[in-house]
Each structure stands twice: as structure tokens, then as C-alpha cells.
């Protein structure tokens, strides 16, 4: 295998750039103000030029701060050919080799066929009708399964997997529910590299619930497309600590607490998405994360459970918030947007009906 060298066509020295001119090795972050100098700089890798984006691929310019050239480190890895992660609690940027490996193909048709076929490298094509995960409580045929005790049953958690996908024949075709209301229906743990699509999932039970109906915590690179996710679920998502979450085309629906629940989270977007028909406290909470964007959604018909529930978006010190192109018809809470330390931007977006109006409440600390 050929040696990757890069070559940058400004020739002068180059360095990674992390965390925003951030430097960490005493454990004191410090900052300083500087000029940045744009200066189509090209990064060319093998002799093919290679455009830098970010995680949610947004073009990202290399800049020039004091004679030194300053590019995005993510960008520089994968054109060398490696996995590039960021562990926000320790600060540190991770390269790994990427070597070839074998995906395996399996399908299956019932619910113990699911949990055998989980592991990494793993594809795994679901036969139309309903799973019943509730049905297998407690087997755990690899090390990749395991169940958790809740108040009234049992509930599934995928733990340390990596490259995995589960995929049915879509949302009128196949389906995966949990009976215990207080059970989250599908958990992810410490999971790199996750795609799911193609079904529907949510409790058996109506009423109110303890469980979510999707968890994803300690997880990078997660994609979700055309899924649907009904309640009773409190909270259609919950994540936590994910680095690289996408939504594509899902229906969020009939959740008691909350559409959409995120703590500690980078690189989180919703693109093509419904949020609808449901009565909660806060559809929409995120919490210290960054790069956080719902793009092209519909949100309709959300009522708020109780008056002492006011706002549709709550924001606590998350950055780099885009809400752009989305439709908002239908909804009964007083304010549109509470943020606390947040940076939130608006662009382009339809209202029709709401009680609010589509201004941003900033609340002190």
C-alpha cells in the first residue's frame, strides 16, 4: 500500500487545530484573541484535492493565524485514511488505522433471531411483522446483550458494538415493541458506528411511561431513517454523551415527556423529521451540547401537560443551536425558545397557528 502524503499549496508548516485554539496540557484551558487569515488554502492528498467538512459535512475552511496553517483535524484524518473521534470529557482527539473488514449479512424473522444475529460488523435485514422484544426478556446469547431490571419487567441494552446495522422493510411492515411501560425499548451503550432504519418501535402499552422509546448513551456515529417512534414513550430519543447523531425522515409521535431529550452531545442533527400529536412538559431539552440542528422538520400539534409547562425548545449551555426551514403549526405553549447560555439561530422557518410568538426568551444562569 502506497504511503499518503499530504501537501498543502500555501507550503508553509501546518498544525492541527483542536478545540478552538484550546490548549489543555496543564489541565487549564487557555484562550487567547487572534486574526484569522482565509486564503483558499487547498488540501490535496495523493494529488487529489480533497474538500474539508466537518462531522455533519459542512465545508470548513483551513485558515492561517501567524504564519502558521490551521486545519480541521477530522478533516485531515479521514482523507489519511483513518476514524477520527472526540472525547469532549478528556479533550482528546483519537485517529484509528482503518483496515478492511467483513460485513456479515444476516436476516432474520423473529425476535431471538434478532438478538443472536447482534454483534459488530454486523448487517442484519428484519423480515416483515412484529418483534416482540418483551417476549425474549433476559436471554442474552453474546456478549453484546444484555437486559436491565425496571419496575415492571425487563428492557433491552446493545453494549459495545461496532458497525452495526438493523433494517426493515419499512414502517407498515415492521415493527418492534416492549410491553414494560418503565422499560426503554432499544438502549445503546459504548456503540460506534450504528444504522438503523426501515420500522416502527414503541410500548405495547399506552398511558404514561417511565421508559423511552430509543436511548443512546457513550455512542459515536449513529444514524436513524425512516423510523417511526410512538409513545407511550416519555421521550422519543434520549442521548447522552453521543458524538455524531443524525435523524433522517422520522415520525416522533404520542410522547409524554418530550419529543427529543439530549445531554453532552456534539454534531446532533434532525433533517426531514416529524414531531407531532403529542401532549408533554418539554418536547425538545438539550443540554451542554454543540452543533445541534433540526433542518427541514415539521412540528405540529405538540400541547404542553400542564400551565407550569411554558416553552417548546429548552437550551442549556448549547452551542452552535440551527433551526432552519422547518414548519411549526398547531403547537400550545407560551414561548417558542428558552435558552440559558446558548447560541440559537433561526433561518427560514414557517409558523401557522402556534400560541407562541417565534422569538428566543434568554434566561440568566
Excluded at 67 to 94: D, F, I
Excluded at 103 to 113: A, N
Aim: charged share 20%; aromatic share 10%; proline share 3%.
Amino acid at each position: 500500500m502506497r504511503n499518503k502524503m499530504v501537501w498543502f499549496s500555501c507550503g508553509v508548516l501546518v498544525t492541527l487545530l483542536c478545540a478552538a485554539l484550546a490548549v489543555s496540557a496543564l489541565a487549564v484551558t487557555l484562550q487567547k484573541q487572534a486574526t484569522l487569515e482565509f486564503a483558499n488554502i487547498s488540501l490535496v492528498v495523493d494529488g487529489a484535492k480533497v474538500q474539508p467538512k466537518d462531522a455533519t459535512g459542512k465545508i470548513v475552511e483551513p485558515f492561517i493565524i501567524d504564519g502558521t496553517t490551521y486545519v480541521p483535524v477530522r478533516a485531515v484524518g479521514e482523507a489519511l485514511g483513518m476514524e477520527v473521534s472526540w472525547n469532549q470529557t478528556t479533550k482528546e482527539v483519537s485517529f484509528t488505522s482503518l483496515v478492511p473488514v467483513e460485513i456479515r449479512k444476516v436476516t432474520v424473522s423473529t425476535p431471538k433471531e434478532l438478538l443472536d444475529a447482534i454483534g459488530p460488523n454486523t448487517e442484519i435485514t428484519l423480515k416483515d411483522g412484529v418483534y416482540d422484544l418483551s417476549s425474549v426478556a433476559g436471554y442474552m446469547p453474546n456478549p453484546y446483550v444484555t437486559w436491565q431490571a425496571v419496575f415492571d419487567g425487563e428492557e433491552l441494552w446493545i453494549q459495545d458494538v461496532k458497525n452495526l446495522s438493523i433494517r426493515g422493510g419499512g414502517r407498515e411492515a415492521c415493527e418492534l415493541t416492549a410491553d414494560p411501560r418503565y422499560a426503554t425499548v432499544l438502549n445503546f451503550q459504548y456503540c460506534v458506528n450504528v444504522d438503523l432504519s426501515g420500522f416502527e418501535i414503541g410500548h405495547t402499552q399506552k398511558g404514561d411511561c417511565s421508559g423511552c422509546v430509543m436511548s443512546m448513551q457513550e455512542s459515536n456515529d449513529i444514524t436513524v431513517e425512516d423510523v417511526g417512534l410512538y409513545g407511550c414513550g416519555t421521550y422519543g430519543f434520549f442521548l447522552f454523551d453521543v458524538q455524531g447523531f443524525t435523524a433522517n425522515r422520522c415520525d416522533i409521535y404520542d410522547c409524554s415527556y418530550g419529543a427529543v431529550a439530549a445531554e453532552y452531545g456534539n454534531d446532533v442533527t434532525f433533517r426531514d423529521c416529524t414531531f407531532r400529536d403529542m401532549t408533554c412538559y418539554t418536547p425538545f431539552a438539550m443540554n451542554h451540547c454543540q452543533r445541534v440542528s433540526f433542518e427541514g422538520c415539521t412540528m405540529k400539534n405538540i400541547d404542553r401537560e400542564s400551565k407550569d409547562t411554558t416553552t417548546l425548545f429548552r437550551f442549556f449551555r448549547t452551542y452552535n443551536v440551527a433551526i432552519k426551514n422547518c414548519t411549526f403549526t398547531g403547537n400550545h405553549f407560551s414561548h417558542f425558545i428558552e435558552g440559558t447560555n446558548s447560541e440559537i439561530t433561526l433561518e427560514r422557518n414557517t409558523f401557522q397557528g402556534n400560541d407562541f410568538t417565534p422569538t428566543i426568551l434568554d434566561k440568566e444562569p
